[in-house]
């Protein structure tokens, strides 16, 4: 049967997930998880937790589901340790370097890739499981088809969403919350500007980034078909009612084979609901996914009171177990107990006394060691044996069943023995380089100008498609001595991936010896036609030990992640060549949902929409392969006249990112990087190189 995994963002919660039959929960301890926001776990609250669960057979993973910065990576891997020496089942991580420390330095606890880690095909899940992951947990966008295919396929347990919030953006690839507010969703602090109102098309009542909560109750028997092994809730920032509502439905909807009834749907959508439930990733339909959340009412109020008192007043978790007890003429009473794990607990209790009246019986005894109420035990089988002629009170007896119990669950809540080394050394930093190379990516044919040519970047990224269709553009590039580069799309599901093997196999064909990837997943389709692989920003390098991992896979260089500020960029080990975004629009979201067919009302893909927020900030929308959306800042980045501050970085390239400029604002721009003129923006950002994230 597939595992049941629920949300616990406070020690309550794991009460109500637990009571109402998960499997497992997952929970974050302080810093280092997506939910910063939650209440997480002090210490104390954690081994509390975890021998809570694991006294009652319930699994108990930990996020460590953030990106880590150098400085940090020692106290990530204290945390780790902590949670794998105290008993955790295994940890849910996002960062690359975090991955290659931990399975170094905690090798035997098990790691699980955090949906952040964007795994959207089956090489993506492939690559994971190549860096020692035992489970991947697959973007929540993804079809039944999809997740079937990969399920089928896979070397290593999936995991899918069956239930919670819709992030409008692929997971791990949302920079919204960190360029407009400093609040990064990759390290936990995700403000949800996604909730928030816009205008599209002048409406801005709108809310067309907040979609529906998942609800894929009804659909576990196909999960279950398709070799899903696990199914995810999702709500650590909820309260421990809606953990205990959900969690009980989609139990018992799994353990017995059925659907769920009108009434338990109601009960979810009483839970949390934005205006009903969607399964449109799920069915591929996705065109009535947007509601918003409305507040529980008073009725509502009555049903969490309701549902709190019964998973707070008792035990409804019981672990079946075996008593057998011998009470004999001179010897200690003894007794045993097991339970169908294979721990096992010895206890003994006083010598019997002669009986001046009636003496205990088998079945005395039996009925006795039988009263396991209160606990999280269920006695299903007892078997009891006394000579005749003693005596013994009800009182040692009783005594003698708590010590079992209490010896069987420190038995059951006893964390396995893992071995534990120390963090290891970063990697070697390459000797800096004195000039970076410059580097242009364009986005449209209109943007492969002569003119933008005759100013010799060393090297020219194209989208695969278009470099494809239009090599005549790019040409002239090349006769001046650039370096061709084909972008691979941000998001490539596996019903796709020919479409890009065909662009990259013709792109190949044509000369292009080098893609740029953003997504594990991607390197494969790169390295299928022969082409070697640069490293784009969706892989979200953040740290020395992620730059080493693509170091190690074989990447030319990579794109340290613009989260970064300049002082930690360059205090990172460069085990390769790397490089920074210095000038454009940096992407904020790339989504499944067409924004610009909501605006125009029909298919307009080849006009940008925009999005407008309160402050009246305007937000361009671009077509992506797929047709999926990306929504880019309202303001350019901007750079060049930090020269000093870039070459100090040990930086080995310079990207300027084009994607809504024309062919002259293009050249206009690469002039002034080059010192030839001196245009500057009429708004402009730093980006996050001065200020950094939370």
Same mark, same amino acid.
């Given at each position: ?47 509390? &937790? ?38 955790? /089942? ?29 795994? /959207? ?14 489970? &991947? ?27 919670? &919030?819709?992030? !409008?953006? /692929? ?23 996604? =909730? ?41 920032m909820r309260r421990p009612e809606y953990t205990a509502i959900v969690t009980g439905i989609y139990s018992k909807a799994l353990k017995e084979r059925r659907v769920p009834t009108k009434e ?72 045993? &107990? ?93 000797? %800096? ?19 933008? #040519?005759?100013?010799? %970047? ?5 989208? #695969? ?25 941000r998001v490539v599901t596996d019903d796709q991936a020919k479409e890009v093997y065909a662009a990259l196999g013709r792109a190949f064909d044509l000369g292009v010896n080098e893609a740029l ?16 692989? =640069? ?19 074989? !990447? ?18 460069? %085990? ?20 610009? =067919? ?36 309202? /303001? ?43 245009? =500057? ?14």
């Amino acid at each position: 049967m597939m595992e049941l995994l629920s949300p616990a963002g406070s020690p309550e919660a794991v009460i109500a997930a637990v009571q109402n039959g998960a499997d497992a929960v997952y929970l974050g301890l302080e810093g280092f998880n997506a939910r910063r926001g939650a209440k997480n776990f002090t210490t104390e609250e954690f081994e509390k &937790a975890v021998r809570y669960c694991r006294v009652r057979g319930c699994k108990v993973y930990v996020t460590l589901n953030t990106l880590i910065g150098d400085r940090e990576m020692e106290n990530a891997l204290a945390a780790a340790r902590l949670a794998s020496d105290l008993g955790a /089942h295994g940890l849910i991580v996002q960062d690359l370097g975090l991955v290659k420390v931990l399975r170094q330095a905690l090798p035997d606890i098990p790691l699980h890739a955090s949906t952040q880690m964007s795994l /959207h095909n089956l090489a993506g899940v492939e690559a994971a499981a190549e860096l020692g992951v035992t489970r &991947a947990v697959l973007a929540r966008e993804l079809s039944l088809e999809q997740i079937r295919f990969i399920s089928a396929h896979a070397s290593i347990e999936t995991e899918v969403f069956v239930h919670g &919030a819709l992030c !409008f953006c /692929h997971s791990g690839q949302c920079y919204m919350s960190s360029l407009i507010g400093r609040r990064s969703g990759n390290r936990g602090m995700c403000a949800q500007p996604c =909730r928030m109102q816009y205008s599209l098309g002048g409406r801005m009542d709108d809310y067309p980034l907040s979609l529906k909560d998942n609800c894929l109750v009804d659909q576990l028997a196909r999960l279950e078909d398709a070799g899903v092994a696990c199914l995810k809730i999702e709500g650590r920032m909820r309260r421990p009612e809606y953990t205990a509502i959900v969690t009980g439905i989609y139990s018992k909807a799994l353990k017995e084979r059925r659907v769920p009834t009108k009434e338990e749907m109601e009960l979810l959508e009483t839970a949390f609901s934005r205006q009903g439930f969607t399964q449109g990733y799920f069915t591929g339909d996705k065109k009535d996914m947007f509601g918003v959340r409305s507040e529980p009412d008073q009725d509502a109020e009555k049903v969490f009171a309701t549902v709190r008192k019964a998973y707070a007043d008792g035990e409804l978790r019981r672990v079946p177990i075996h008593f057998y007890t011998v009470a004999e003429k001179g010897e200690h009473i003894r007794a045993i &107990a097991f339970d169908e794990d294979g721990n096992r607990a010895v206890a003994a209790g006083p010598v019997p006394e002669r009986a001046k009246r009636q003496g205990i019986t088998d079945g005395y005894l039996t009925e006795q060691m039988f009263k396991t109420g209160g606990t999280p035990y269920n006695c299903v089988e007892n078997r009891a044996k006394a000579d005749p002629g003693l005596y013994l009170p009800a009182a040692e007896i009783n005594e003698l069943r708590r010590k079992l119990v209490s010896q069987l669950s420190d038995r059951r809540a006893a964390p396995p023995k893992r071995r534990s080394f120390r963090l290891p050394a970063p990697p070697q930093n390459r000797p %800096p380089i004195a000039d970076p190379k410059l580097i242009f990516q364009v986005l449209t044919e209109d943007q492969l100008s002569p003119g933008l #040519a005759e100013l010799k %970047p060393d090297y020219l990224y194209v989208p #695969a498609q278009l470099l494809a269709q239009r090599f005549d553009l790019v040409q002239p590039f090349v006769d001046n001595g650039t370096v061709p580069v084909a972008v691979l799309p941000r998001v490539v599901t596996d019903d796709q991936a020919k479409e890009v093997y065909a662009a990259l196999g013709r792109a190949f064909d044509l000369g292009v010896n080098e893609a740029l990837a953003g997504n594990l997943g991607h390197v494969f389709m790169a390295k299928g036609v022969g082409m070697k692989v =640069r490293g784009d920003f969706g892989l979200n390098a953040f740290n020395s030990y992620s730059l080493e991992v693509l170091n190690q896979a074989g !990447f030319l260089s990579a794109t340290a992640s613009f989260e970064l500020r300049l002082s930690q960029i360059k205090a990172m080990r460069k %085990p390769l060549d790397t490089e920074i975004i210095v000038y454009g629009r940096l992407p904020l979201m790339v989504s499944d949902q067409c924004i610009i =067919r909501q605006s125009a009302g029909r298919c307009a893909c080849q006009t940008p929409g925009q999005l407008a927020d309160r402050m009246g900030s305007v937000f361009p929308v671009v077509k992506e392969f797929g047709c999926r959306n990306v929504i880019y800042n309202a /303001h350019k980045l901007y750079l060049a006249d930090k020269r000093e501050d870039l070459f100090s970085t040990g930086l080995w390239g310079l990207r300027l990112l084009f994607s809504t400029e024309s062919a002259r604002e293009c050249v206009e721009v690469a002039r002034g990087q080059l010192g030839l003129s001196d245009y =500057r923006p009429n708004v402009l950002t730093r980006g996050l190189y001065y200020r950094g994230v939370e």
